[in-house]
């Protein structure tokens, strides 16, 4: 009997797919685990695999076509077998769909006839509205949306540049996201006609990244009006750079020429005016510049007293400046102006929201380390195995979570989510700021599989490989900044989350023991806790139960 496939959601916030590649056609053969087609999801492009066995005998989405979840993917039965049943049927399930989306597309479609017949005189055979249609072969691919929270991108690589020949799945650029820098592969194949942004440059989602097509087409008309949501899809530059358009810079030159002809038997004038105001040619402001001139000792023999190049070049210290030039200052207020990254902008945006929707508060406690200590070194002399205390801390608290349900909890408007499962975030830094890749139920993990894990995920971060399923689902978070001798901190909860723990360094230093003052180690942490799914006492409790698995580590083994 035939199978109906429908569109699968492939991720928790999918809500629509698009078919980049079919891997079987119709007519053949599938077994159960062959992969049947290639899907776009919000978040990547991933491998459907069959669950089925048959032949395949329809497909209801063509490569490129994208359907909501659920749409009619395709059909699986026995060779030969009628299936104009099944189809007819899903036809009559989606005509709702189809005609809401027919209804919303005409609507579109009027609003921007109409907006351009007004643009335009009313005229509807104009040349912009020829320049919409795309020539025949030619594809507008656009900056994709790489993560369910991103809404710009930055080109950080391109691996094709105009001219070159693209098949479909090569790699087109590395583009740098909220949350990690990604590889875009092409789902076209052709001539490179067009780059609509440069490398280091930023755009929204949807704004044009490339046109590809047939070589030699021309394209410069389809860059040119390009729109997105019926306005201009408009790069947002790498930094603010002040130009002079060159019209006027030959205007300031031909006038400096002027200046420098003309002869005055007059006394210069000042060039400040009442209100302290310095007029001077945008190249008598450089050369004063370069030379370390200020420009309000200069008298200007120019128009209005404007300085100007000669009174640069002719510029001479007058003996009481040169006196009093002895005792100002010479240093040079100076500073680097760096671009917000993706990933800084974002952090931004979620700590931002988190510390003022979470009512925060902290918990401080410090544990006694000696045992740790003697329990790592003893676990580490075994060959071939290495672990670190922040291995220990994350098996301690996956441990811990499980017995207090409340901290590994989540926070929602109408409901409060406690987690079964233990899923650790820890804290990586990067050059661009902060990732936090996800041990999955670190409590069913060993120490060395831990371990294994937070390095293999360290490496990945500073190489900017980290896959969005890998930092994604914490329902706890560590960070540690022992390693730069921090001994105490505080840190702000990744929400949605309900705590953070913050984990100091060990330091030695004398402690009291039955009575007696003796040496000792110590490592003190903080948890940050959210008010409104942790009370003070369960924060406590579930500190309690950490303190007893790190002091006696040995626990954790049992």
Known sequence: MAEVINMPRLSDTMEEGTVATWLKKVGDKVEEGDILAE??????????????????????????????????????????????????????????????????????????????????????????????????????????????????????TWLKKVGDEVEEGDILAEIETDKATMEFESFQSGTLLHVGLQEGESAKVDALLAIIGPKGTDVSNIAKNFKVGGAEAKPEPKKEEKKTEPKKQEAVISTERSDEKSHSSSTSVSSSTSNGRIYASPLAKKMAEDKGINLAQVNGSGENGRIVKRDIENY?????????????????????????????????????????????????????????????????????????????????????????????????????????????????????????????????????????????????????KLTLDEMEGSTFTISNLGMFGIESFTSIINQPNSAILSVGAIVSKPVVKNGVVVPGNTMKLTMACDHRTVDGATGAQFLQTLKGYIENPVTMLV
């Open 39 to 156: 899907i776009e999801t919000d978040k990547a492009t991933m491998e459907f695999e069959s669950f089925n066995e048959g032949t395949l005998l329809h497909i209801g989405i063509q490569e490129g076509e994208t359907a909501k979840v659920d749409s009619l993917l395709a059909i699986i039965g026995e060779e030969g077998e009628d299936i104009s049943g099944l189809l007819n049927g899903g036809d009559s399930d989606d005509e709702d769909s189809k005609e809401e989306a027919k209804a919303e597309n005409d609507e579109v479609e009027n609003e921007n006839k109409a907006s351009e017949e007004e643009s335009n005189g009313g005229d509807n055979n104009s040349d912009s509205a020829k320049e919409a249609e795309l020539p025949e072969g030619v594809t507008v691919v656009t900056m994709p949306r790489l993560s369910d929270t991103m809404e710009e991108g930055t080109v950080a």
């Open 316 to 464: 001479t210290p007058s003996a009481a400046g040169a006196a009093a030039a002895k005792f100002v200052p010479t240093g040079q207020e100076d500073f680097d102006e760096v671009p917000n990254s993706n990933m800084r902008k974002a952090i931004a945006k979620n700590l931002a929201k988190s510390k003022f929707t979470a009512p925060h508060y902290y918990l401080n406690v410090e544990f006694d380390m000696e045992n740790a200590m003697a329990f790592r070194a003893q676990y580490n002399s075994i060959p071939d195995i290495k672990i670190s205390y922040n291995d220990m801390i994350v098996k301690a608290c996956a441990l811990a979570l499980k017995q207090h349900p409340q901290v590994n909890s989540q926070w929602f408007d109408d409901r409060m989510k406690l987690n079964n499962h233990v899923h650790i975030g820890v804290a990586v830094a990067v050059p661009d700021g902060l990732v936090v890749p996800v041990v999955k139920f670190a409590n069913e993990q060993s120490l060395t599989q831990i371990g294994a894990s937070v390095r293999d995920y360290a490496g990945k971060a500073r190489n900017k």
